[in-house]
């Protein structure tokens, strides 16, 4: 069995002697040991949001009127609506439990798009959001993420389950798309029957028509 002296370095562990990054085989165990302080009871960088900062209905309306003066508001999706969204990996190791990833997201309040000019393309607000499972399966062990729009919700999964496989950006207009039954989704669950599922892109562009 190896055994190493450690250095926890912005998510990534490297041996103190060598200087190197400790490479860790996929889906494999390890003993990890030091002392009671060296380890975080919470992950702050993954924090579920407070049931007092949910905003519900008008509260939210009001949020997005205020924070988005002048511009030309619509409400797209009611609150708890869900999208699936596919991740796939640019780079893999062995022991990855495939190439491609469908996760669910929720949205924990109404999600709402604005424009700032007329001939503007319509953006996002922000809502607070949650991914609550991997559809596919193919991930061994899975904790929800949290965040406060769809887009940082899209780059802290990546950030979250995927470190150094790939760019952690992805543009939730395009990708995200939404869906009214978990179980059917399930049933086709492939990259060709989600690429035909409407994008939020398409909601939000059909609004402002």
Known sequence: MKAFKVIHQNGLLFNRDSGKRIILR???????????????????????????EILHSAAMEVFVTQKHRDCAIRKVFDEDQLFIFR????????GDQGYEYFFLC??????????????????????????EQCLSKNLRLFEPVFAE??????????????????????NALIEFKSISSVGEVQANLN?????RLPSLKRAVQSIFK
């Open 106 to 131: 929720r949205i924990l309040e109404d999600l709402y798009s604005y424009k700032r000019t007329k001939d503007s393309f319509p953006r996002l607000c922000q809502c607070h959001c949650v991914v």
């Open 26 to 52: 996929e889906q494999q165990e390890f003993l990890i040991s030091g002392e009671d302080s060296s380890f975080e009871e919470k992950d702050t960088l993954n924090i579920a949001p407070d049931p007092s």
């Open 87 to 94: 991740v796939g990996l640019g780079k893999t190791k062995t």
């Open 191 to 195: 990259s060709n029957y989600i690429s």
């Open 149 to 170: 729009s769809l887009n940082e919700v899209a780059s802290h999964t990546i950030g979250h389950f995927f470190s150094l496989k790939r760019a952690t950006s992805l």
